[in-house]
């Protein structure tokens, strides 16, 4: 029998292989923009599914088991731009549990067909929709997990797909007062139907904190000076930042779509106001309109805002200027960062910057022509991105 798996590179099982992804330094772009630091991209395609989720999907199964949560046999189902969903689908197909989706319309098509590869169900509800109504995302997902709820047992797979089938009509024929009924009905916690609700678990940015923080520390030496990342569930933000504060004083700077939230909290409008302010953006997986329970914008120093145009820009060229396809909240991650040190002249330092996912998601929109046209952006990239230089 081999003695050390991990070290030739043999698993037990797939969920083992997340994580231990490579800092990959980005000198082109550093020349290119004329950075005097260095730059470092955190590439978490490298993980199985994809995406930096696959880490959140298994500290979420993991923690609901330990917790009793969850039982043999039960449906997981959560409110997901997509990469949540195929961490959870790929952990939950490992471990033998379903899994249902809830997704906006505007998530690419290929998120939802990786998702029903990996035997999920998924669900399209309307994007702009507030979260409290009966066919947003979130709500939708606790009308599949009431429904199941109700049954008092697992429910077998066909059973399932009736449930989802259902839900999906009531979501397209704008039933919501049926929707409003099942969702007002008293439910306690089943552990037949799991919602794992990314955006208040705990586990999401404690997975951060034990191995997306502990691995940029490691591969750092501790010798980082700058951490950038984009603000989703800020499940990433805060368990980087609260690991990397703790141990020196890291600047963490979050960057944030034109329309989310965020940028403006942290300016010190209130919420509500914010709230009110917030409208719909293209870039995936980025920006809210709400304020997760998983995001302390304390750790947070600064907060950079990127358009749309910017993002896909940035993101285009970066694959093209140094063979890195990673999605929008990359490139909007990689814009937000030259700015912010152009901006503010920082020299001499040691950025790292968080590349959640692979541009594979995106080929059909920002990697095609087409789509952007149709959607009034600029092609040119370079001409998009003169202004930075
Ligand atoms: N980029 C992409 C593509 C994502 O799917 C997410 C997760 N919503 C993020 C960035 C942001 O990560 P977090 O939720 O941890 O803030």
Same mark, same amino acid.
């Given at each position: 029998?081999?003695?050390?798996?991990?070290?030739?590179?043999?698993?037990?099982?797939?969920?083992?292989?997340?994580?231990?992804?490579?800092?990959?330094?980005?000198?082109?772009?550093?020349?290119?923009?004329?950075?005097?630091?260095?730059?470092?991209?955190?590439?978490?395609?490298?993980?199985?599914?994809?995406?930096?989720?696959?880490?959140?999907?298994?500290?979420?199964? +993991?923690?609901?088991?330990?917790?009793?949560?969850?039982?043999?046999?039960?449906?997981?189902?959560?409110?997901?731009?997509?990469?949540?969903?195929?961490?959870?689908?790929?952990? *939950?197909?490992?471990?033998?549990?379903?899994?249902?989706?809830?997704?906006?319309?505007?998530?690419?098509?290929?998120?939802?067909?990786?998702?029903?590869?990996?035997?999920?169900?998924?669900?399209?509800?309307?994007? *702009?929709?507030?979260?409290?109504?009966?066919?947003?995302?979130?709500?939708?997902?606790?009308?599949?997990?009431?429904?199941? %709820?109700?049954?008092?047992?697992?429910?077998?797979?066909?059973?399932?797909?009736?449930?989802?089938?259902?839900? /999906?009509?009531?979501?397209?024929?704008?039933?919501?007062?049926?929707?409003?009924?099942?969702?007002?009905?008293?439910?306690?916690?089943?552990?037949?139907?799991?919602?794992?609700? /990314?955006?208040?678990?705990?586990?999401?940015?404690?997975?951060?904190?034990?191995?997306?923080?502990?691995?940029? %520390?490691? /591969?750092?030496?501790?010798?980082?000076?700058?951490?950038?990342?984009?603000?989703?569930?800020?499940?990433?933000?805060?368990?980087?930042?609260?690991?990397?504060?703790?141990?020196?004083?890291?600047?963490?700077?979050?960057?944030?779509?034109?329309?989310?939230?965020?940028?403006?909290?942290?300016?010190?409008?209130?919420?509500?106001?914010?709230?009110?302010?917030?409208?719909?953006?293209?870039?995936?997986?980025?920006?809210?309109?709400?304020?997760?329970?998983?995001?302390?914008?304390?750790?947070?120093?600064?907060?950079?805002?990127?358009?749309?145009? +910017?993002?896909?820009?940035?993101?285009?060229?970066?694959?093209?200027?140094?063979?890195?396809?990673?999605?929008?909240?990359?490139? *909007?991650?990689?814009?937000?960062?030259?700015?912010?040190?152009?901006?503010?002249?920082?020299?001499?330092?040691?950025?790292?910057?968080?590349?959640?996912?692979?541009?594979?998601?995106?080929?059909?929109?920002?990697?095609?022509?087409? %789509?952007?046209?149709?959607?009034?952006? +600029?092609?040119?990239?370079?001409?998009?991105?003169?202004?930075?230089?």
């Amino acid at each position: 029998m081999v003695e050390n798996y991990t070290e030739l590179g043999i698993y037990e099982d797939i969920v083992k292989v997340i994580g231990k992804t490579p800092l990959v330094r980005l000198k082109k772009i550093e020349r290119y923009f004329s950075i005097e630091s260095e730059l470092y991209a955190k590439i978490e395609f490298f993980n199985p599914g994809g995406s930096i989720k696959d880490r959140i999907g298994k500290y979420m199964i +993991e923690g609901a088991k330990k917790e009793g949560k969850i039982t043999e046999g039960a449906v997981i189902v959560e409110p997901t731009s997509g990469n949540t969903g195929v961490g959870l689908a790929l952990v *939950a197909a490992d471990e033998g549990y379903k899994t249902v989706f809830t997704m906006p319309d505007k998530m690419s098509i290929e998120k939802e067909l990786l998702l029903e590869a990996l035997g999920a169900f998924v669900i399209r509800t309307p994007t *702009a929709v507030a979260p409290s109504d009966p066919n947003s995302y979130y709500k939708v997902a606790e009308a599949v997990r009431n429904l199941i %709820w109700k049954k008092k047992r697992p429910v077998s797979r066909e059973e399932l797909k009736e449930i989802v089938n259902y839900v /999906q009509r009531l979501v397209d024929e704008e039933r919501l007062d049926e929707l409003r009924s099942i969702l007002e009905e008293e439910v306690e916690e089943t552990p037949y139907a799991y919602i794992p609700n /990314q955006y208040f678990n705990k586990y999401n940015p404690i997975a951060h904190y034990e191995t997306t923080a502990k691995e940029i %520390w490691e /591969q750092t030496k501790g010798e980082i000076d700058y951490l950038f990342a984009g603000i989703g569930t800020g499940g990433t933000i805060t368990g980087i930042g609260r690991y990397l504060k703790e141990r020196k004083d890291v600047k963490i700077i979050g960057v944030d779509p034109v329309g989310s939230i965020y940028n403006l909290v942290k300016k010190g409008m209130s919420l509500e106001e914010a709230v009110k302010k917030a409208h719909p953006y293209l870039v995936e997986g980025i920006g809210e309109d709400l304020l997760p329970e998983t995001v302390d914008l304390s750790l947070v120093d600064d907060i950079v805002v990127v358009n749309d145009q +910017e993002a896909f820009a940035m993101t285009r060229f970066l694959a093209r200027k140094e063979g890195i396809l990673v999605g929008g909240s990359s490139g *909007a991650a990689l814009y937000g960062t030259i700015k912010y040190l152009k901006e503010n002249e920082v020299k001499g330092k040691k950025v790292v910057i968080i590349f959640p996912d692979t541009g594979r998601n995106y080929l059909t929109k920002i990697f095609n022509n087409k %789509w952007l046209l149709e959607n009034g952006f +600029e092609t040119d990239d370079e001409k998009v991105l003169e202004g930075l230089r």
